[in-house]
């Protein structure tokens, strides 16, 4: 039978357990380079991926899916093309997209990182002035 203390013991590792689990993707954040840029076509948008528990910029991850859109204005079906550019910059991930319009664009990255087995997913958001 546990005493009280082995039971509180039991619940602190347990708990321990769960946020070793739950430190994986959470512990990285993508932001971008430029949060505002000039609106038209071919403009070079730029992610940095950075791990939040050292500060630290994250090179040679995959980003295997991205997608941008105009959902943080309400135009999610407003689907812009992507495609990958080489990186300048360790840590730092480039696109060629077109932002037509102006107003608020969401870029959904979905990476794999070195040493992370979870998929890392990323939603940022960058304006486009006129
Ligand atoms: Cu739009």
Do not use: C, H, W
């Amino acid at each position: 039978m546990l005493s009280r203390f082995s039971t509180a013991a039991l619940a602190a590792t347990l708990s321990l357990a769960a946020s070793a689990a739950l430190a994986g993707a959470g512990d990285y954040a993508f932001d971008p380079v430029n949060p505002q840029m000039k609106k038209g076509e071919d403009v070079t948008l730029a992610v940095r991926l950075t791990n939040k528990q050292t500060g630290k910029p994250v090179p040679d991850a995959v980003v295997f899916k991205t997608r941008v859109d105009m959902a943080p204005d309400g135009m999610a079906e407003m689907e812009s093309p992507v495609a990958p550019l080489p990186s300048k910059e360790p840590g730092v991930y480039a696109f060629k997209t077109d932002l037509p319009m102006a107003g608020r664009y969401q870029i959904t990255l979905s990476a794999k990182v070195q040493g992370e087995p979870e998929t890392v997913i990323g939603k940022v958001i960058v304006t486009a002035t006129k």
